[in-house]
């Protein structure tokens, strides 16, 4: 569990003490930060073209798009950036550096960003649990289908299962604005034999009330502007390229990962067409809004690739379950086995792959949470502000 | 559903499957009874049981089957106990008994006609192949029909009871078989009990579903069709291991298909009960599930649900423990949650299990607790008062969460997933975890708030809260998630802690910020003195948690290389001579007790500071006025405190008074030296005369800077009673017998009357009076 910062911390330190030594020793230090500055733009480029690729990669070893294992690595570059930025930002650094203008303003505001991913990550931790309750429908629907002979009771069973799964897909997302209200059941016995509307509810915890995804995300866009002139030399551009990856990786999760109140969620993201760093982030962010435009009509739980072809799945299955009948055809059956079995591949998938990214998510909470505070130190230090800002 | 019957009925037909075909809109219906079917469906059973009843008789119309439509679905059994008639006729009690049961409910049915034909047709050709088989398991057969064999009252319909019997030695003989690998070779023989006992669980279903009978009223009842639903789910595994076992082999022999196929569909009957029965339980098992969330529910909102839902239990008089189920109701779960696992439909039973708890947990957190979840950025935004008013809610919230409500939980799923503890386990873990979480997110969310000094406390009290809980929580949380739970908490506290620090560290700042040039009034105790001290007493009331979070902290800072040193010496400068022991003992102290040493700083900072705003004054007198009121006020409430008193230790104390006597002395000197210049006898005896004019100017002198002292310092303010009254004192005991002396040596030099009474202006005794009217802050008018 990665949960404590300070284990993490110890190694990482000591990888930035040396470099530190490094800089505190050459004397054209400000050659040295021009070359960090622009090493850091090319890495930041070069891992999110990378995560690009294995998405159009056709062979089976890239990582489609928005799945698991996507996400997965899109959080450790997330954790790779964070870190190649703070040693390139405050490691080493003359507090009075980071305190003058227009670090003062730029600063501030990305740290504000930065406590607002937070209610992000723990949205989508949130989420992943939704999905889980998703796979666990799953997990029903491939138990009751996995047998042989393959009669009435099973199918039915399944097809409550998928009943619920598909509800949950549909409503998982719109829970946290309808508040705790849940599907009440006195219905069967007050007299109305109402079973049949009684699924098995969903599993939304909230975050507090009126939170909305969309606003957060909205909030952490605005003012995020490119440096300009002399400024884009400067520590300025290093903030600007932080907080763009961060808003980048938390939009993409809030796409991907079911999130209460997406009302609004917008698919316009001004990413900085001029700079080579960002052309695969732009790419990646047109793929994504795409995907999600697809899908908005018909509401949307999130585009979370494994979510999607469970999705797929169900509708089909839910299909065949309503036309079944005692004794299966064998076309049809052996059909069904093998959605049944990609159903439980994608099942395996989820229950490998969430808790981890789950604890990931819960690592990037702490990490930036981290850095956050050792800002503010030096940002103390420097003596402009007194008490801490945001 | 009306199929349901007809399907296990008939199961050993293919007949099912024409019926099935000819009526598939029926199938649609599925699961869930509509209480509207029921009495259809009751309409059917009888039919069925109509047709059985029938079937004794039928054994001599087998030829012709066709004119006695309705008969067919009874030709399978006829099937079964053929053979089994045909070597002893034993079978003939409980034919009997199958016949006089359904009577009661006799009812006419006319459908399917046309079906029954061609399922008869069917049944005819497979049959000599049936004979054949059953012939080959005679011995098997034996046994189960000498079960049934006993004495049956004729006339009375098949009591569940008794066909339970059949059903569990049928079971039995199954896993003796199973046990001694016997049957690998056999095919199965489907015992009519299988089809009775179908029939009456689903009747008993139909009870349920129907509400004559309702699910927790009769406890015996319940176990009774607990105990049906067991057998069928054994009925059902043991059928899919029999099909396993069998499917290549039967495979293989050709001839042997339409057993399989009759095997297929008993199985598909049971299957079909078994999924009705597990929707039904499922459905109980959320209801009771829900129970305690229901009851409060009614309770927040008025009586509106009440009248169904919980009529079935008593209302809670007495409080019953977290999580408000009663023994009962843990039990019927238990059961429940038995029945389901057992017929394999463990993750439909945990799934409404997980989704209940969770959200009945945080329901009760919310209406119970009163605690709201405010999102981190909101946190940030909140005006401290409102915030401080959510930190006790929380600080309550964590406390019950921990000490009750968790191991009320842990217990919950103990008793009622027994079955499964490993999954009890791992669902109360996946609980805990997901509401201890956000709780911590809520602690982290006030350490990232902007910091003040009025926040210190409040912190400190949650910090205390997640320490305390720490050490328990190997007992609290599963193994698997025992080390991530104390992380997160202890990441939280550390947070906490952090904050706590700065903030303790920002009154360095709050002393230094402070530099306004406006001398208080009457050298009164300056507000920063006050705030400080009252601010540090708060703090020493939380000593030994801030002991403790300076010690982890500074351990942190060691660790981290790159903020900067934080107990440097950079202002701290022995302010006299006396200090230089005192730093070196400071400096041990320091390193036992970084939080002693920063109080210490802070000590030394007000010092300095005080210094400075004493030289603001003009008069030397006040400012020794101003430091001895501020001293003293200081060293009060050292003294006051136990645990401040035991950081500053006795001989800072010490060392203060000192201080403080040297300022009262230094006091006396600057204002009352002059005065008493002028009561000195010293140039007053000129050869033994007294000269008049000098005389008559020391009175003058004296009146004069005695009215101009009591005037000023009348203005000066020592609010400390007793400091005010040591003053008076002293200063009376300096000048009183002086004056007093000085009156009763030279007043007899003036003229009595007029010379006297202008010169003489003050008796001893007024002197004293006025003595007494400094310090007052008030101006008092000369007489």
């Known amino acids: ?390 | 559903m009306e199929n349901n019957l007809e399907n296990f009925g008939s199961s050993a037909h293919e007949e099912a499957k024409t019926i099935n075909s000819g009526d598939p809109s029926v199938r649609e219906e599925k699961v869930d009874v509509k209480r509207e079917e029921e009495a259809e469906k009751k309409v059917v059973n009888s039919e069925d049981l109509d047709k059985r009843d029938e079937e004794p008789q039928e054994e001599e119309k087998k030829e012709e089957p066709k004119e006695e439509e309705k008969k067919e679905e009874l030709k399978e059994e006829e099937k079964k106990e053929e053979p089994k008639q045909e070597e002893e006729n034993k079978e003939e009690p409980k034919q009997e008994e199958e016949k006089e049961e359904p009577k009661q409910e006799e009812k006419k049915e006319e459908p399917k006609e046309e079906e029954n034909k061609e399922e008869t047709k069917e049944e005819e050709k497979e049959e000599p192949k049936e004979e054949e088989k059953k012939e080959e398991e005679t011995e098997k057969t034996e046994e189960t029909d000498e079960t049934e064999e006993t004495p049956i009252v004729p006339a009375t319909p098949p009591s569940l009871e008794k066909v339970s019997e059949d059903i569990d030695q049928f079971l039995m003989i199954l896993h003796e078989n199973n046990e001694a690998k016997e049957n690998k070779n056999t095919t199965l023989e489907i015992p009519n009990c299988i089809r009775i006992f179908l029939y009456l669980v689903e009747e008993k279903m139909v009870k349920y579903d129907s509400n004559e009978v309702k699910w927790g009223e009769k406890t015996e009842e319940d176990a009774v069709f607990l105990e049906c639903v067991s057998r069928i789910s054994k009925l059902m595994k043991h059928f899919f291991d029999y099909y396993e076992a069998h499917q290549q082999e039967e495979e293989r022999e050709d001839d042997k298909k339409k057993v399989k196929g009759k095997t297929d569909f008993m199985i598909n009957g049971i299957g079909v009960i078994q999924q009705r029965v597990m929707s039904f339980l499922e459905e109980e098992f959320r209801l009771l599930m829900e129970e305690p969330r229901n009851q409060h529910k009614q309770d927040a909102k008025g009586k509106q649900h009440v009248a169904e839902s919980s009529e079935s239990e008593p209302p809670a008089e007495t409080v019953i423990e977290y999580p408000g189920y009663t023994e009962e109701t843990i039990t019927n779960l238990s059961n429940i949650a038995k029945a389901m696992i057992e017929g394999g439909y463990e993750n439909e039973c945990c799934q409404v299990y997980a989704i209940s708890r969770r959200h009945a947990f945080e329901d009760a957190m919310h209406h119970i607790l009163g605690y709201d979840k405010i999102s981190i950025d909101e946190v940030q935004r909140m005006p401290w008062e409102s915030l401080e008013r959510e930190i006790p809610t929380w600080i309550n919230t964590w406390k019950e969460c921990t000490s009750v409500w968790f191991p009320g939980e842990k217990r919950l799923a103990a008793s009622v997933l027994a079955e499964v503890a490993n999954t009890a386990t791992s669902l109360y873990g996946i609980l805990s975890r997901g509401i201890l979480i956000p709780l911590l997110n809520f602690a982290e969310s006030i350490a990232m708030t902007k910091r003040a000094g009025e926040k210190l406390f409040k912190l400190l009290d949650m910090y205390e809260a997640l320490r305390d809980v720490v050490p328990n929580m190997d007992i609290l949380f599963p193994n698997e998630i025992v080390s991530e739970m104390k992380a997160e908490t202890t990441s939280a506290k550390c947070r906490l802690g952090e904050a706590a620090v700065l903030i303790f560290c920002d009154l360095e700042n709050s002393i230094k910020s402070e530099t306004g040039k406006t001398p208080v009034a009457g050298g009164a105790v300056h507000p920063l003195t006050r705030y400080i001290m009252n601010y540090l007493r708060l703090a020493c009331e939380y000593k030994d948690t801030l002991e403790e979070v300076f010690k982890e902290h500074s351990k942190i800072e060691r660790a981290d290389s790159t903020s900067r040193p934080r107990y440097s010496d950079d202002g701290n400068k022995p302010k006299n001579p006396n200090n230089n022991n005192n730093n070196n003992s400071n400096k041990q102290k320091e390193d036992e007790s970084p939080f002693a040493a920063q109080l210490m700083r802070v000590m030394e900072l007000l010092d300095s500071n005080l210094e400075g705003k004493a030289k603001l004054y003009r008069e030397v007198a006040l400012s020794c006025i101003f430091m001895m009121n501020n001293g003293r006020y200081i060293v009060q409430k050292i003294k006051g405190s136990a645990e401040i008193y035991d950081v500053m230790g006795e001989t800072w104390c010490r060392k203060r008074s000192t201080e403080l006597r040297t300022y009262h002395k230094n006091y006396q000197v600057e204002t009352w030296s002059k005065i008493l210049s002028y009561l000195s006898p010293k140039g007053l005896s000129d050869n033994g005369k007294v000269p008049k004019p000098v005389l008559k100017e020391r009175f003058k002198s004296f009146n004069a800077a005695f009215e101009e002292i009591h005037k000023t310092q009348s203005l000066w303010v020592v609010s400390d009673e007793q400091l005010q009254s040591e003053l008076r004192v002293s200063i009376s005991a300096l000048v009183i017998p002086a004056y007093r002396s000085f009156l009763g040596r030279f007043s007899q030099y003036l003229d009595p009357g007029r010379q006297t009474e202008k010169y003489i202006k003050y008796q001893a005794e007024d002197v004293e009076n006025y003595i007494d009217e400094l310090f007052d802050g008030n101006p008092h008018g000369r007489r």
């Not at chain 1, 796979?135 to 042989?148: F, G, H, Y």
């Not at chain 1, 999607?308 to 055809?329: C, V, Y």
């Open chain 1, 1 to 390: 569990m990665p949960a404590t910062t300070e284990n993490n911390q110890g190694s990482f330190l000591g990888r930035i003490s040396i470099r530190r030594n490094q800089v505190l020793s050459m004397d054209g230090s400000h050659e040295q930060e021009i070359e960090d500055l622009e090493l850091f733009q090319k890495h930041v480029g070069d891992r999110f073209s990378e995560l690009l690729s294995s998405t159009t990669s056709d062979d089976s070893s890239g990582d489609a798009l928005l799945s698991i294992a996507w996400l997965r690595r899109l959080l450790d570059e997330l954790l790779c950036c964070e870190a190649e930025f703070k040693a390139v930002v405050l490691m080493g650094r003359d507090p009075s550096q980071i305190a003058k203008p227009p670090l003062d303003k730029v600063l501030p505001e990305f740290l504000d960003r930065v406590v607002k991913s937070l209610d992000v990550c723990n949205a989508v931790t949130l989420g992943l649990d939704a999905v889980r309750n998703l796979q666990r429908l799953a997990e029903i629907v491939v138990t009751a289908l996995d047998v042989a002979p393959l009669g009435d009771g099973q199918v039915r069973r399944a097809k409550k299962a998928l009943s619920a799964l598909v509800a949950a897909m549909l409503h998982e997302d719109n829970v946290g604005t309808k508040g705790t209200e849940r599907t009440r059941s006195f219905g069967r016995r007050a007299g109305n034999n109402n079973k049949t509307t009684a699924p098995i509810r969903s599993l939304s915890s909230t975050m507090a009330r009126n939170w909305s995804a969309a606003k957060q995300i909205h909030s952490m866009m605005s003012n995020l502007a490119a440096p300009r002139g002399a400024e884009s030399s400067g520590l300025a551009q290093p903030i600007y390229i932080m907080s763009t990856v961060l808003v980048f990786i938390m939009w993409t999760l809030i796409a991907a990962i079911p999130c209460q109140e997406r009302n609004g969620f917008g698919t316009h993201f001004p990413l900085p067409r001029q700079f080579t760093w960002a052309q695969p982030m732009i790419a990646l962010q047109e793929k994504i809004a795409e995907e999600w435009k697809k899908k908005e009509k018909k509401g949307n739980v999130g585009l979370l690739e494994e979510m999607h072809r469970m999705e797929k799945l169900a509708q089909s299955l839910i299909e065949f379950a309503d036309s079944f009948q005692f004794p299966a055809e064998t076309d049809r059956l052996d059909e069904v086995k093998k959605q049944v079995a990609e159903l439980g591949e994608i099942c395996k998938k989820m229950d490998q792959g969430l808790e981890p990214l789950q604890q990931q998510i819960r690592e990037v909470f702490h990490r930036v949470v981290r850095s956050r505070t050792e800002f503010l130190v030096v940002l103390d230090q420097a003596g402009k502000l007194s008490t801490p800002t945001v």
